[in-house]
């Protein structure tokens, strides 16, 4: 009996705590309620997402909120064709950290991701792809701007390629023994046309393409005398030559060509260019030829109405475009010797890049000559 009144004991202790428990919780959220909320939902068709981007309902998709209408500058492709640019990206070759393209903001530094790992140059950049020849088998791809989708264009060797209102200029050729023959071709960028422009039984220059017209220059094979300068519409129509005198690597800016007065036979060898590869220009029509300073010069490069250039002391120097008000932007850190590669100068919306196509470093600056970088 005794051991009975204990348990009945015992469940009235515990349902007294029970009912105590219920009437705190009760009381507690009477006293301080939870705010009613939703939970914050976007439709599959507005996401809160940069201007550059559209969200599907699976994957979240690129679109350049710039297009380019010629693949890249005709300044950066005749220094090789290394580094373009597309809107606030940057695409680029490098051997820094490991050889491959890249892509970056301006200063090649922020956001910097790779690509892929071709040895590339002659980059052109047009809406979601990147256009380059890979260096070993000389051969045309693209590739989207993510990495993905690597696909051969042009399953034959070419040469400085040009992307232009979707229609890609480029040179096929041979060089054999003291002939040579190289054809200028174009096509258009879905592969579903190929036109014949030219063909040149000498070897190809780097071409250059303003709004109406390709230049290009032509060197004798076997004497290395006869470099003119040539014109011809973007159809093929029309070749026209400008020049009779040693033109070399034109550049088409504000309605001149730019060129040098010689052949670049060596790398760092100031006695052997001694008063010689000089910066001219010429009208787009073949008059006024003019010279534009006084310097030997290695490489050079133009824009916003300056022309910047090397030459064979490494040395830096930016001048107008006439050639007047010559100003050297000291450099900060030594550029590596002409011994094993040519040094280029590329340019993005805001800055200036010293590259060798085959140095692990490359140097960039604002084009006042200020914040300097060494990238290793």
């Keep these: 009996m005794k051991h009975k009144k204990i348990c009945i004991f015992c469940l009235c202790i515990a349902l007294a705590l029970l009912l105590s428990f219920i009437a705190y919780k009760y009381f507690y959220n009477s006293l301080y309620p939870k705010p009613k909320t939703e939970a914050h939902k976007l439709p599959k068709t507005a996401v809160e997402t940069p201007s550059d981007k559209i969200r599907s309902s699976e994957t979240v998709i690129e679109k350049p909120s710039v297009v380019n209408k010629i693949g890249n500058l005709p300044g950066n492709l005749s220094n090789f064709g290394l580094i373009a640019q597309q809107g606030n990206w940057v695409y680029f070759f490098s051997r820094v950290p490991h050889v491959g393209i890249y892509k ?52 034959t060797p070419c040469q400085y390629v040009v992307i232009k209102d979707n229609w890609i200029y480029y040179w096929t050729g041979y060089r054999g023994g003291e002939a040579s023959s190289y054809k200028l071709n174009k096509r258009n960028i879905t592969g579903d046309s190929c036109i014949f422009l030219c063909e040149i039984n000498t070897l190809a220059d780097p071409l250059t393409i303003d709004d109406n017209y390709i230049y290009y220059s032509t060197l004798d094979y076997t004497s290395r005398a006869i470099h003119t300068l040539w014109r011809i519409n973007l159809d093929g129509s029309n070749k026209t030559q400008l020049t009779t005198t040693k033109s070399y690597n034109p550049l088409a800016y504000d309605g001149w060509i730019y060129f040098v007065d010689e052949d670049l036979r060596g790398f760092y060898d100031i006695d052997l260019y001694k008063d010689k590869r000089k910066l001219w220009r010429i009208k787009s029509d073949g008059s006024n030829i003019e010279n534009v300073g006084t310097d030997s010069i290695f490489c050079f490069n133009i824009i916003n109405n300056y022309v910047y250039y090397m030459d064979f002391h490494k040395k830096l120097y930016r001048i107008n475009k006439d050639g007047s008000n010559k100003t050297e932007l000291k450099l900060t850190s030594p550029i590596p010797e002409y011994t094993s590669s040519s040094p280029g100068i590329g340019l993005t919306q805001d800055y200036l890049v010293i590259f060798h196509d085959n140095e692990s470093a490359f140097y960039t600056m604002k084009y006042d000559g200020t914040i300097q970088k060494c990238i290793k």
């Design 104 to 155: 970056a903001m301006p200063d090649l530094e922020t956001a910097m991701q790779k690509i892929c790992d071709d040895d590339a140059y002659s980059i052109n950049v047009v809406g979601e792809w990147i256009y380059y020849i890979e260096k070993i088998s000389g051969k045309l791809y693209k590739i989207n701007t993510k990495g993905k989708n690597k696909t051969l264009v042009l399953d």
